[in-house]
């Protein structure tokens, strides 16, 4: 049992915008601004998506951003392409014995 | 570019012992931590444990703690992962990934392609 909420999918049509949410406790996304997002094709390993909660590492395309409000952060990935079609994982630091958790992830699906 | 290999996995029986390892190149190896990072067939991320680049720090998940080690030979840009007593559950494809800084340790920048441990009777 992860300790933040994803939801166990989104879908979308090609240019259109989704956003995944990422539900946490006060433990975590809603006392510290360290939460990250990775997207994982099948088969292959995580790539780094964002950070910081809103901050986006070099080389990452545009169309992903990141936010956060209250214990729940997000990711809206806008202009949806078939290559967006992955496994999503949120990520934040957590005080609870000074850890890193991810969400259970999140199945993204370009209709 | 930055590069990180794992190899160490395999069939191992329960309560027994493996060692992995991350060799890294590409980039400054004694100037990064790293994260050992496990998923477990058909499910999500699970991390297991970060040392720091002089390997003066190591911290590791609750699940792991007291079992596995966490270790580093900055001369070889290799960084190891002792599993000792190890369960069904510990049972996951085993990532290594780099720091994405050393004042944030809690991201995890670039990955390798991960070594599958599988432990059974």
């Known amino acids: 049992q992860s300790a933040l909420t994803q939801p166990a999918s989104v879908s979308g049509s090609p240019g259109q915008s989704i956003t995944i949410s990422c539900t946490g406790t006060?433990?975590?996304?809603?006392?510290?601004?360290?939460v990250s997002w990775y997207r994982q094709h099948p088969g292959k390993a995580p790539q780094f998506l964002i950070y910081?909660?809103?901050k986006r590492p070099s080389g990452v395309s545009d169309r992903f951003s990141g936010s956060k409000s209250g214990n729940t952060a997000s990711l809206t990935i806008s202009g949806l392409q078939a290559e967006d079609e992955a496994d999503y994982y949120c990520?934040?630091?957590?005080?609870?014995?000074?850890?890193?958790?991810f969400g259970a992830g999140t199945k993204v699906t370009v209709l | 570019q930055v590069q990180l290999v794992e190899s160490g996995g395999g069939v191992v029986q329960p309560g027994r012992s493996l060692r992995l390892s991350c060799a890294a190149s590409?980039?400054?190896?004694?100037?990064?931590?790293i994260h050992w990072v496990r998923q477990p067939p058909g499910k999500g991320l699970e991390w297991v444990a970060v040392?720091?680049?002089?390997?003066?720090?190591?911290n590791y998940a609750d699940a792991v703690r007291g079992r596995f080690t966490i270790s580093r030979d900055n001369s070889k840009n290799t960084v190891y992962l002792e599993m000792n007593s190890l369960r069904a559950e510990d049972t996951a494809v085993y990532y290594c990934?780099?720091?994405?800084?050393?004042?944030?340790?809690?991201?995890?920048?670039?990955w390798g392609q991960g070594t599958l441990v599988t432990v059974s009777s």
């Open positions: 990520c934040s630091y957590s005080s609870t014995n000074t850890s890193v958790i």
């Open positions: 990934s780099k720091l994405y800084s050393n004042y944030d340790w809690y991201y995890f920048d670039n």
């Open positions: 006060s433990s975590n996304i809603g006392t510290y601004n360290l």
């Open positions: 590409g980039f400054i190896f004694s100037s990064y931590g």
């Open positions: 910081d909660v809103t």
């Open positions: 040392i720091w680049y002089d390997g003066s720090e190591k």
